[in-house]
């Protein structure tokens, strides 16, 4: 009986990477589904970036809080994971990442590891890696290169980027091409553009994977845009943005069509930010607007490369509820 009733969940995969996909797991794990996440593997900035060049890991840190996102573990157990030391050597390293780090060293395999926390804080769902080879995010700016994501994010793409890969070309984990071959639903999104969803669709295998896969393919796009990236984007350009590297159409875009309070938009507008516009949707595509912001008081989080503030985001509950219309679920669990 239980085999069966697992047979009957739909199975949705999750692909991205950093608060979006974070906010969104937290949703859809409230629901009968067979979760994956895939994660990219490109992070080089922080905590993450420092583990990279010193203990020579896989990056942990977005693998750590799809994690956090599918546990079912206690609330103190999670909080854990996310917290951050301010003083001494291990300034700035979240416990998460660090406790990720050690089980790779221990086990002699990221992918071990994953398994390893995964069973340790009893996730609802599967964590993926797109790629377990180390890959580092390069992107021909003009006439220049830049390399790491840290320093990507850093640069004024906007009518400037030539080209962006992963260095070296890596090699899709077999359990993410798995993952999406036996999906019903494939949800691309929200996250930073390049560093979150890009960087998994440069993986060699994915984007073929996605396109031969019969799921719905879903993105969910951004709440606002970014100055350096995505200036003025409305949801159409961000939807013709993401289809180049997939190299397909999506079937449905999710959207965001409420105002934020002028207060944070201000705040926003200073760093040059603004609303992603939806005056200007993609045509050919079901389309699901609706009002995805969170009514929670917003936090301030230490990032890279600089500190931001969370201040706009994607109510779990509303996004997760939309997804799972498009699964044809429509019941929490």
Same mark, same amino acid.
């Given at each position: 009986?239980?085999?069966?009733?697992?047979?009957?969940?739909?199975?949705? &995969?999750?692909?991205?990477?950093?608060?979006?996909?974070?906010?969104?797991?937290?949703?859809?794990?409230?629901?009968?589904?067979?979760?994956?996440?895939?994660? /990219?593997?490109?992070?080089?900035?922080?905590?993450?970036?420092?583990?990279?060049?010193?203990?020579?890991?896989?990056?942990?840190?977005?693998?750590?809080?799809?994690?956090?996102?599918?546990?079912?573990?206690?609330?103190?157990?999670?909080?854990?994971?996310?917290?951050r030391f301010d003083k001494g050597g291990l300034s700035g390293h979240k416990f998460g990442n660090l406790f990720?780090?050690?089980?790779?060293?221990?086990?002699?395999?990221?992918?071990?590891?994953?398994?390893?926390?995964?069973?340790?804080?009893?996730?609802?769902?599967? &964590?993926?890696?797109?790629?377990?080879?180390?890959?580092?995010?390069?992107?021909?700016? /003009?006439?220049?290169?830049?390399?790491?994501?840290?320093?990507?994010?850093?640069?004024?793409?906007?009518?400037?980027?030539?080209?962006?890969?992963? %260095?070296?070309?890596?090699?899709?984990?077999?359990?993410?091409?798995?993952?999406?071959?036996?999906?019903?639903?494939?949800?691309?999104?929200?996250?930073?553009?390049?560093?979150?969803?890009?960087?998994?669709?440069?993986?060699?295998?994915?984007? %073929?994977?996605?396109?031969?896969?019969?799921?719905?393919? &879903?993105?969910?796009?951004?709440?606002?845009?970014?100055?350096?990236?995505?200036?003025?984007?409305?949801?159409?350009?961000?939807?013709?943005?993401?289809?180049?590297?997939?190299?397909?159409? &999506?079937?449905?875009?999710?959207?965001?069509?409420?105002?934020?309070?002028?207060?944070?938009?201000?705040?926003?507008?200073?760093?040059?930010?603004?609303?992603?516009?939806?005056?200007?949707?993609?045509?050919?595509?079901?389309?699901?607007?609706?009002?995805l912001l969170s009514s929670l008081a917003p936090l301030s989080k230490t990032g890279t490369p600089k500190v931001?503030?969370?201040?706009?985001?994607?109510?779990?509950?509303?996004?997760?509820?939309?997804?799972?219309?498009?699964?044809?679920?429509?019941?929490?669990?």
């Open positions: 009986m239980g085999m069966a009733r697992e047979r009957r969940k739909k199975r949705v &995969v999750v692909i991205g990477g950093g608060t979006g996909t974070y906010t969104a797991l937290r949703g859809l794990k409230k629901y009968p589904f067979a979760l994956t996440a895939i994660v /990219g593997m490109s992070d080089s900035g922080g905590s993450t970036g420092r583990l990279r060049d010193e203990l020579g890991v896989l990056p942990p840190g977005d693998v750590m809080r799809c994690l956090v996102a599918l546990s079912s573990s206690s609330r103190q157990m999670r909080t854990l994971m996310d917290y990720l780090s050690a089980l790779e060293k221990m086990t002699g395999s990221f992918d071990a590891a994953v398994e390893t926390a995964s069973t340790l804080l009893r996730i609802n769902g599967r &964590v993926v890696p797109v790629t377990l080879d180390r890959v580092d995010l390069v992107a021909q700016v /003009g006439a220049r290169v830049v390399h790491g994501e840290e320093k990507i994010q850093m640069t004024k793409l906007n009518g400037a980027l030539k080209k962006l890969w992963l %260095e070296p070309a890596g090699r899709a984990n077999p359990k993410a091409l798995d993952a999406i071959r036996e999906a019903d639903v494939i949800v691309i999104g929200p996250g930073n553009f390049y560093a979150s969803l890009v960087t998994n669709l440069l993986v060699k295998g994915i984007p %073929e994977a996605i396109r031969k896969s019969h799921a719905k393919k &879903v993105f969910v796009c951004n709440l606002m845009t970014k100055l350096e990236h995505t200036k003025n984007y409305s949801v159409a350009d961000y939807t013709a943005l993401l289809e180049t590297y997939l190299r397909s159409k &999506v079937d449905v875009v999710i959207y965001n069509d409420k105002k934020p309070s002028p207060q944070l938009l201000k705040r926003y507008a200073r760093e040059g930010d603004t609303l992603t516009s939806w005056e200007d949707l993609p045509e050919g595509r079901t389309l699901l607007g609706s009002n931001e503030s969370s201040l706009v985001r994607h109510d779990p509950k509303r996004l997760a509820a939309l997804i799972a219309k498009i699964a044809g679920v429509h019941f929490l669990a």
